[in-house]
């Protein structure tokens, strides 16, 4: 898939942002750690890709599970430090010259099947503090990408870290749907809730999807969808292929194209594709 430009104005009127409401997906994949959000969301923008769309992932997690099952690999650079910096306050800002729309443009990576993925930095044994100016600039680029026209018709897919901080903070303030992937287990289960209730505080315009992943039972599906009351997106099964994938760091869609799992969520690709979504 060719590479797509990105146009780097982001000026717009108020009455624009206003009026203004972008055409491509919007998503947000949150979970409790472990509960399989990576490799969803990892096989869901490639497959998104595969069907013809323009796709920028967003990992906002400091661990690297979204590149790794991208099949994009692990770096150790910290590339948008140079997209942010201290004003004479103290205070962080971009760097001038460098709006969101730029900042996508200049720091994003090319994956596999031509996902744009734009990262927050990873931890290493030095801390956080090599990678805040990263972290700062994520942030605010992530603020401003709905003030991207060239970015109206893309899909915008967040890999957030596990747990409900991120969505308590507002690390997904592009997302118009949020995909829970949830395992058939009471932690799992209670964690999804929790980020369901902070989330539906902040905005209620946001909808939600539950996708139950690692599934093994016949009632694992109806047990996870009565407890949360949100609508069923799809079933992922347990599938020996992703540990088998996540063992060896390498991509589902690489190691194993045809395993049930990816096929699993190649449907769910389609049913966000063609907008097939039960709602609240």
Same mark, same amino acid.
Do not use: C
């Given at each position: 898939?060719?590479?797509?430009?990105?146009?780097?104005?982001?000026?717009?009127?108020?009455?624009?942002?206003?009026?203004?409401?972008?055409?491509?997906?919007?998503?947000?994949?949150?979970?409790?750690g472990?509960?399989?959000?990576?490799?969803?969301?990892?096989t869901?923008?490639?497959?998104?890709?595969r069907?013809?769309?323009r796709?920028?992932?967003?990992?906002?997690?400091?661990?690297?599970?979204?590149?790794?099952?991208?099949?994009?690999?692990?770096?150790?650079?910290?590339?948008?430090?140079?997209?942010?910096?201290?004003?004479?306050?103290?205070?962080?800002?971009?760097?001038?010259?460098?709006?969101?729309?730029?900042?996508?443009?200049?720091?994003?990576?090319v994956?596999?099947?031509?996902?744009?993925?734009?990262?927050?930095?990873k931890?290493?044994?030095?801390?956080?503090?090599?990678?805040?100016?990263?972290?700062?600039?994520?942030?605010?680029?992530?603020h401003?990408?709905?003030?991207?026209?060239?970015?109206?018709?893309?899909?915008?897919?967040?890999?957030?870290?596990?747990?409900?901080?991120?969505a308590?903070?507002d690390?997904a303030p592009?997302?118009?749907?949020?995909?829970?992937?949830?395992?058939?287990?009471?932690?799992?289960?209670?964690?999804?809730?929790?980020?369901?209730?902070?989330?539906?505080?902040?905005?209620?315009?946001?909808?939600?999807s539950l996708?139950?992943?690692? /599934?093994?039972?016949? =009632? +694992?599906?109806d $047990?996870?969808? @009565?407890f949360l %009351? *949100?609508? #069923? &997106?799809? /079933?992922?099964?347990? =599938? +020996?292929?992703? $540990?088998?994938? @996540?063992?060896? %760091? *390498?991509? #589902? &869609?690489?190691a194993?194209?045809?395993?049930?799992?990816? $096929?699993?969520?190649?449907?769910?690709?389609?049913? #966000?594709?063609?907008?097939?979504?039960?709602r609240?």
């Open positions: 898939m060719a590479t797509a430009a990105i146009a780097t104005s982001d000026d717009q009127t108020r009455a624009e942002r206003a009026t203004r409401r972008p055409t491509g997906l919007r998503l947000a994949v949150v979970g409790k472990g509960a399989g959000k990576s490799v969803i969301s990892a869901l923008a490639r497959t998104l890709a069907r013809g769309h796709v920028l992932a967003l990992d906002s997690d400091t661990l690297p599970g979204l590149s790794i099952s991208i099949g994009a690999g692990v770096t150790d650079e910290f590339p948008l430090n140079a997209a942010a910096e201290r004003n004479d306050k103290g205070r962080w800002q971009l760097v001038k010259g460098i709006g969101a729309a730029r900042a996508v443009q200049r720091f994003a990576t994956a596999p099947d031509g996902v744009r993925l734009l990262q927050i930095g931890t290493d044994r030095r801390g956080l503090d090599p990678n805040r100016a990263s972290h700062q600039a994520f942030y605010k680029v992530i401003r990408l709905d003030d991207v026209r060239s970015l109206d018709d893309w899909v915008i897919l967040g890999d957030l870290p596990a747990g409900p901080r991120q308590a903070y690390w592009y997302a118009q749907r949020f995909l829970l992937v949830v395992e058939p287990t009471w932690q799992s289960m209670l964690t999804a809730r929790r980020i369901v209730r902070i989330t539906a505080t902040m905005r209620d315009d946001r909808e939600f996708v139950v992943n690692k /599934v093994t039972a016949d =009632d +694992d599906v $047990r996870v969808q @009565e %009351g *949100v609508p #069923l &997106l799809g /079933v992922v099964p347990a =599938d +020996d292929a992703v $540990r088998a994938s @996540e063992r060896a %760091g *390498v991509a #589902l &869609l690489d194993a194209p045809d395993s049930p799992a990816a $096929r699993a969520i190649a449907g769910l690709a389609a049913k #966000l594709d063609a907008g097939n979504i039960d609240l």
